[in-house]
């Protein structure tokens, strides 16, 4: 029989897990009713709840040390996250211990004995809920941060997310002005919230009078090259005209697509315009410089940081999507006639 969480506490009690964490722990006076509390214990009892002393000890920041799980370590986006992250765990006398998910955003296993003996929670930036399941375990009971996933999924003890539709919307919208009808969107391969978002913010943003092709690549520059190689030389019919407008998933792509248009002898951007996401060195390391949409991966580690000290202290975390920003450089132009 599976053991009940203090999850499960809340929801038979009707109240926040914050509410429950601190009626368990006696921090309640001042801060909870003494009739919700009574109620809380009660319901504690009848379900035959029992807490976790390594993961109470945890919350009382024992051994002030937080997992930052990532799906890759060669993205710049993830570098940023974690140093964010870390320079706000140092002002409060945490450290943060890097751990790359040896599966990408498959399931990530536990780098530890016993992680919920080591950690006081866990950071997670672009993963699934689920795919973190080997690393806390049966109980749940460690304090998880979800970092640009899925608020929707559930199961995450607070959610730190980025305005991507937004950023996709202010970038589609861009090329739209500039006169471009004609997309292809070099999607990720990788099967992920945060690609869908854009995907969809794409989508709906392209009205009547435009076409859109997607295809997918592997995140790197060798792979975006090749599939969009393959893209630009189907071009022998109506439906695969070939696009004046490239909409790329993030700078690595953008990068692979500005290398495959200048060998198939297009000039950028008077033949063809190129646009990435997230704002990398790799935007200003090309000519021309890339379009972009520039995400403050910084100020995601450090909010996912203050989030999680949160929950631990018992606190509620709640927060809008951070704001992106367009930037507009050389690699985007209009069309010019053909």
Not at 15 to 23: F, Y
Not at 202 to 221: D, E, F, K, S, Y
Not at 254 to 261: D, E, H, L, P, S
């Amino acid at each position: 029989m599976t053991r009940p969480t203090s999850r499960d506490v809340a929801h038979a009690a009707g109240v926040s897990q914050a509410t429950v964490s601190l009626v368990l722990a006696g921090k309640w006076r001042g801060r909870v009713s003494e009739r919700t509390a009574t109620h809380v214990r009660e319901t504690a009892d009848a379900l035959g709840y029992r807490p976790n002393l390594a993961a109470r000890n945890l919350r009382l920041g024992s051994t002030r040390t937080a997992l930052l799980v990532v799906p890759a370590l060669t993205n710049e986006f993830f570098a940023r996250v974690y140093t964010g992250a870390a320079k706000v765990a140092a002002g409060h006398g945490f450290g943060v211990v890097l751990y790359l998910s040896p599966d990408g955003t498959g399931p990530a296993r536990d780098p530890f004995a016993s992680a919920r003996t080591a950690l006081d929670g866990i950071i997670a930036s672009s993963m699934a809920t689920d795919a973190l399941e080997g690393i806390r375990g049966e109980d749940q009971d460690l304090p998880l941060v979800m970092l640009d996933s899925d608020p929707t999924a559930g199961g995450a003890s607070a959610y730190v997310n980025i305005a991507l539709a937004d950023g996709m919307t202010a970038v589609t919208t861009h090329l739209l002005d500039q006169g471009h009808r004609h997309f292809l969107h070099l999607a990720s391969a990788v099967d992920s919230w945060t690609f869908d978002i854009r995907a969809a913010a794409l989508a709906r943003t392209l009205g009547p009078g435009t076409t859109l092709r997607t295809v997918r690549a592997p995140l790197t520059i060798t792979d975006a090259c090749a599939a969009m190689e393959r893209a630009l030389a189907d071009h022998t019919g109506p439906a695969t005209a070939r696009p004046t407008a490239v909409v790329c998933d993030d700078d690595i792509l953008a990068v692979g697509a500005c290398k495959a248009a200048r060998r198939l002898g297009l000039a950028l951007p008077e033949d063809l315009s190129v646009t990435g996401f997230d704002d990398m060195a790799l935007a200003t390391a090309v000519e021309p410089e890339l379009t972009t949409v520039r995400i403050p991966a910084e100020r995601v580690g450090e909010d996912g940081m203050r989030a999680l000290l949160a929950v631990l202290e018992g606190h509620a975390w709640t927060a809008p999507p951070l704001p992106v920003e367009l930037v507009v450089r050389g690699s985007t132009a209009p069309p010019t006639a053909r």
